[in-house]
Each structure stands twice: as C-alpha cells, then as structure tokens.
C-alpha cells in the first residue's frame, strides 16, 4: 500500500471576508474532488480571510502513480484565476 500525502498553502488576494474565502475554497474542493477523486480539506487558517493551508491523501499500490497524481492536483490548484500558490509539500510512503 502507498499513501501520498500533501500540503498546500495559498494566498487568495481577491477575499474580503470569509465568506469570500469560504465560496472560492468550496469550488475549489469541489472541482478537485470532481476531477481527480481526491479527499481535500481546510487544514490550518480557517479564521484568517486571505490564507490557507490545504491537505488532500491519497491511496494506491504506485508511488509513481500517487506523485503524479499530486503533481496534477498542484497545477489544477494552480490553474485557479482567484489563488496563488505559496508554499506546497508531498509526500509518498510504503507500507
């Protein structure tokens, strides 16, 4: 069994409330969990209006696989008009 674990943090410069933070996550959690069947959830800023962290997992039996998939789960993060990308880690272990 192989586990892909990451960690994303963003800066979302269009946000005035967390409300407006809250809309713009939800689609992207949304649209991530659409496209690549992926748990994805607000891990840390919760309270803070222009910031996040986002953690997301995943499980398989191909590390190649996993980081590839983590890989493509970045860049989709990354292709959102509303987010910048200011920190990202993964990691890939075997058990």
């Not at 987010?83 to 890939?92: A, F, H, K, P, T």
Request: aromatic share 8%; glycine share 8%; net charge neutral.
């Amino acid at each position: 069994m192989v586990v892909g674990v990451a960690k994303i943090k963003l800066y979302l410069p269009g946000c005035h409330s967390l409300k407006d933070k809250r809309q713009v996550l939800r689609k992207i959690k949304d649209r991530t969990l659409a496209k690549m069947s992926v748990q994805i959830a607000e891990v840390a800023e919760q309270d803070v209006w222009q910031s996040s962290e986002l953690g997301f997992s995943l499980v398989g039996n191909d590390g190649r696989v996993i980081q590839s998939i983590m890989d493509k789960i970045f860049s989709f993060i990354e292709g959102f008009g509303e987010v910048q990308i200011v920190d990202q880690m993964s990691e890939v272990m075997n058990y």
